[in-house]
């Protein structure tokens, strides 16, 4: 799960820096220090809504996670990784484009807003990572209920995730790769 949660950190932190960094060089309407000012308020309290958002949601699946079974299809981290950003990848260039596009009149608060949407994101895997150190287990969404885009790990169709051993799979708690 905290993979699925975490495969959107990297691609929202890197526009939003890039984004942020050619904003800062238009001037735009208000100029550039309250873009700044008002793009860190705007990061602070973006991190903030995304790191806490659904956190029931996602503490009640993790104390009802099952056993994995036999018969459930569990995918590495890299093919969740790859899965997630192919099925949002358009989402991403357009976010890109309105974080770009809204430096004309605030410069760098929409990519500073994009960063701290994808810090939230590493807050909230961080988070779970800690639930499954403290549960000695993996927890894992089943493949066929992450929808079609792969980036729904408490969406209306996940009924309940399944925990392995932490020694399962090629990821660590949290999301991270295994070292």
Known sequence: MAVVVRAGA???WWCGVVAA?????VPGLTGRRIGV???AALFIVAAAV???GRRKRYAALVRSADRAGKHDVLQDRAVTLRNWRRGHRWWLLL???AALGSSFAV???GGML???AGVGLWL???RLGRLEHAEQALIWVRVDWLGPRSGAPVGKPVRAVRATGVAAGDAAPGGARRR
């Open 10 to 12: 990297a691609p929202l």
């Open 21 to 25: 960094g050619i904003g800062v060089l």
């Open 37 to 39: 000012l008002a793009g």
């Open 50 to 52: 995304v790191a806490y």
């Open 95 to 97: 976010a890109f484009a």
């Open 107 to 109: 410069p760098a608060a």
């Open 114 to 116: 994009l960063a701290g």
């Open 124 to 126: 909230k895997a961080r």
